[in-house]
């Protein structure tokens, strides 16, 4: 049985993101889920995480790391405008 915890997730865009983002979309067989986790139409969890998440929710700056992570949680596509201007206090 497939769970989340077997799943896979690209650490930043690569060739391989696109594909994987374009199978997972719907209308396709796939579905988003919270905080940029994709399901492919073969049931396959999939979370392609750019570079710029991975920075701020790993900055020393906790306070602004929390405010990033926090705007993260709301999204199922990720969008770093949204998730930059959360850490900039903005």
């Known amino acids: 049985m497939w769970s989340i915890r077997q799943s896979f997730r690209p650490r930043r865009q690569s060739p391989l993101a ?9 209308g396709r067989g796939g579905e988003e889920s919270p905080c940029g986790w994709l399901k492919d139409r073969f049931g396959l969890s999939w979370q392609v995480t750019p570079r710029q998440l991975i920075e701020m929710t790993t900055s020393p700056d906790r306070a602004a790391a929390g405010r990033a992570l926090q705007a993260m949680m709301g999204m199922k596509k990720i969008n770093i405008a949204a998730m930059r201007a959360a850490f900039e206090g903005r």
Do not use: I, K, L
């Open 18 to 26: 696109r594909p994987v983002v374009w199978a997972a979309r719907p």
